[in-house]
């Protein structure tokens, strides 16, 4: 578990340096609401047990509770906006910590306790990482704010088994400047952390 957690604060300390380069200097004609939208996906497919479904949780919650991360968001010249959403299946997402801004450390521990407190509403199903992509675009669209940058963070324990190919999900959704970071959980697949450097991270 210390593994996934420093990974995956690792992740969002280089995600919000990122948005904070970007943030600092738009563009004359833009103006944005928030340096980063960021849509937290969470595997809870049917291969997903309990044990593993609490860790992608208590995973990102660790991160934003890390100072490094905490550190990085403060330096933002603006706010962030995070949500969370469960998938399965190619139409099976629930969100489950609505679009949350987040700025100070008052904020940061708002959003780690709204992720630690979000129950499981999902149990079975497929793997579709691609629906995922598809629905956390969907989210990133509706998102009440004008980021300067759009990011997916996908967590899971297998590869795309369902729906449509991960690939065009993942090109479509790069094309339109939307990123995509993937933190696999190593039980059931030996190579998942290979694979998901292939498909997931793209787009930086």
């Known amino acids: 578990m210390?593994?996934?957690?420093?990974?995956?604060?690792?992740?969002?300390?280089?995600?919000?340096?990122?948005?904070?380069?970007?943030?600092?200097?738009?563009?004359?004609?833009?103006?944005?609401?928030?340096?980063?939208?960021?849509?937290?996906?969470?595997?809870?497919?049917?291969?997903?047990?309990?044990?593993?479904?609490?860790?992608?949780?208590?995973?990102?919650?660790?991160?934003?509770?890390?100072?490094?991360?905490?550190?990085?968001?403060?330096?933002?010249?603006?706010?962030?906006?995070?949500?969370?959403?469960?998938?399965?299946?190619?139409?099976?997402h629930v969100v489950v910590v609505d679009w949350m801004l987040v700025k100070d450390e008052a904020s940061v521990t708002a959003l780690a306790t709204a992720i630690e407190a979000a129950p499981r509403q999902l149990f079975g199903g497929g793997t579709s990482i691609s629906g995922a992509i598809d629905y956390a675009r969907l989210l990133l669209a509706q998102c009440p704010c004008n980021p300067a940058r759009r990011v997916i963070d996908i967590s899971g324990d297998g590869s795309n088994n369902s729906g449509r190919p991960v690939t065009q999900a993942r090109d479509e959704a790069v094309h339109d400047g939307v990123g995509i970071n993937g933190l696999p959980i190593l039980a059931i697949e030996p190579f998942l952390d290979r694979y998901y450097y292939d498909v997931h991270d793209s787009g930086r």
């Open 2 to 92: 210390n593994w996934k957690i420093l990974r995956a604060a690792v992740a969002l300390a280089a995600l919000f340096a990122a948005a904070s380069a970007q943030a600092q200097a738009p563009p004359a004609e833009q103006k944005n609401d928030v340096a980063l939208a960021l849509v937290l996906a969470v595997d809870a497919s049917g291969s997903v047990d309990n044990r593993r479904f609490e860790l992608q949780k208590q995973g990102y919650a660790a991160a934003f509770r890390s100072p490094k991360v905490l550190n990085s968001i403060r330096s933002l010249t603006q706010s962030i906006a995070v949500t969370m959403v469960q998938w399965t299946g190619p139409r099976l």
